[in-house]
């Protein structure tokens, strides 16, 4: 069974930085679209980033220049770099692949952003 696990989440004042990293049990990362999500508290899940298998990278308006997405499939590994952290940035924040026959999700992690 494929499991994802995120972890670099934290407290960060405005302006920080953290990254994000969403490791999986399996290898399951090659030819897939991976993601991130985030959910902020009383709203609903919303897109912030994904990679493709060729690399290409999408990323929400919100937060389009400040992170960047990547990925190591070597490591079953791929990131999410937030720099100039904002208080509207956060949310628990959730790393997906998407197969062509199914969606994982990690547990989610926590970032908080102080004014």
């Known amino acids: 069974q494929v499991q994802l696990v995120e972890s670099g989440g934290g407290l960060v004042q405005a302006g920080g930085s953290l990254r994000l990293s969403c490791a999986a049990s399996g290898s399951i990362f090659s030819g897939n679209v991976l993601g991130w999500y985030r959910q902020a508290p009383g709203k609903q899940r919303e897109f912030v980033a994904r990679i493709t298998s060729g690399r290409s990278t999408y990323y929400a308006d919100s937060v389009k220049g400040r992170f960047t997405i990547s990925r190591d499939n070597a490591k079953n590994t791929f990131y999410l770099q937030m720099n100039s952290l904002r208080p509207d940035d956060t949310a628990v924040y959730y790393c997906?692949?998407?197969?062509?026959?199914?969606?994982?999700w990690g547990q989610g992690t926590q970032v908080t952003v102080s004014s």
């Open positions: 997906n692949v998407q197969t062509v026959v199914a969606g994982y």
